[in-house]
């Protein structure tokens, strides 16, 4: 029997959506600090952070806004601070890595160069702002890029922050390239894998890709060799991954990072409607979420008494 125990992590704003989509998205630092400290209240021990730019929501990697949440955040809730190496659209490596000045005790680390369709959305009759319009088309002729020296960057400057790795795996062949960075001594397990399904051009958020990329990882790696989560993006991928990861002792992730919808027709209004959505998914199956000490433990991470902000 797993872990009654499940990590919820909440994905607070991301870089994937644009504000047209949903006017519940936070977009400042307050909002996105209230958002923050309600999905913590609400059962998330793990706060996933990026930031936008306060007039237009554009997703940005401003290390003004960055500290200015991570610190306003540090101050008002106990639970792990994970902001983003992914960034948004048209940002350098160095732009993105940039964020570990801030020494945080985690971050995440994508493991692999894709495709990152966002380009259907733009065909929703929205009232799209010019650039929001411009950011989603222009995603049919963006890779998300994440070399072997992508990878072997930021995981450099991670080590050297006592940073941890949230490693974001997309799609199954990511997991043997991560095999060959491990064989390279570039990561070390055991690591925390973040199983990321249904973005156009990753992996579908399907119960089988789930288990099909648990799978691989378990006999890659060795069950104990690494924590994991699912994050579903869309809807019903965000809880059919919850779910299926609760049921199989994986932990969660849910937010509007990756998903705008509480049920099939009705908008998510906050984070925290997410997470506690996912909380009552939980006790469903005996599962509860773990509280940010315990999410530290899990994760091995260095404590926020260590973090440089
Ligand atoms: N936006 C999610 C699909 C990151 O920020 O580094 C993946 C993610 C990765 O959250
Ligand atoms: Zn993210």
């Not at 949903?22 to 909002?31: E, L, R």
């Not at 390239?177 to 990561?187: E, K, P, W």
């Not at 059919?240 to 990072?257: H, P, Q, T």
Request: aromatic share 8%; net charge negative.
């Amino acid at each position: 029997m797993h872990d009654e125990k499940t990590i919820i992590t909440c994905a607070i704003t991301g870089g994937m959506t644009v504000p047209a989509q949903s006017k519940h998205i936070p977009i400042t630092v307050a909002q996105i600090v209230e958002e923050g400290v309600r999905a913590a209240e609400a059962g998330a021990a793990v706060l996933h952070v990026h930031v936008r730019d306060e007039e237009t929501g554009r997703p940005v990697a401003d290390l003004d806004l960055f500290e200015r949440v991570l610190t306003e955040l540090r101050s008002r809730t106990d639970a792990v601070l994970q902001p983003t190496t992914g960034g948004g659209r048209n940002m350098t490596v160095e732009e993105r890595g940039s964020v570990l000045r801030f020494r945080p005790e985690m971050a995440t680390l994508n493991a692999g160069s894709m495709n990152f369709g966002l380009f259907p959305v733009a065909r929703r009759d929205l009232p799209f702002e010019d650039w929001e319009r411009d950011y989603l088309e222009g995603t049919r002729d963006y890779i998300f890029k994440n070399t072997f020296a992508d990878i072997t960057y930021l995981a450099g400057l991670m080590q050297a922050a006592g940073t941890r790795p949230e490693i974001e795996v997309y799609d199954v062949g990511q997991l043997f390239s991560l095999r060959q960075l491990v064989r390279d001594g570039v990561l070390t397990p055991p690591f925390n894998l973040q199983f990321v399904l249904g973005v156009l051009g990753g992996i579908a958020a399907e119960p089988d890709q789930l288990l099909h990329l648990l799978r691989t990882a378990q006999r890659m790696f060795g069950e104990d060799g690494f924590t994991w989560s699912a994050a579903g993006v869309g809807y019903p991928g965000e809880f059919a991954m919850a779910a299926l990861s609760l049921v199989m002792g994986g932990n969660i992730r849910v937010g509007l990072e990756d998903n705008l919808r509480l049920r099939r027709r009705e908008a998510a209004t906050s984070n925290a409607d997410l997470v506690a959505k996912a909380a009552t998914l939980a006790d469903l199956f005996d599962r509860r979420p773990a509280t940010p000490a315990e999410a530290r433990t899990a994760l091995g991470l260095k404590g926020a008494d260590a973090v440089g902000f």
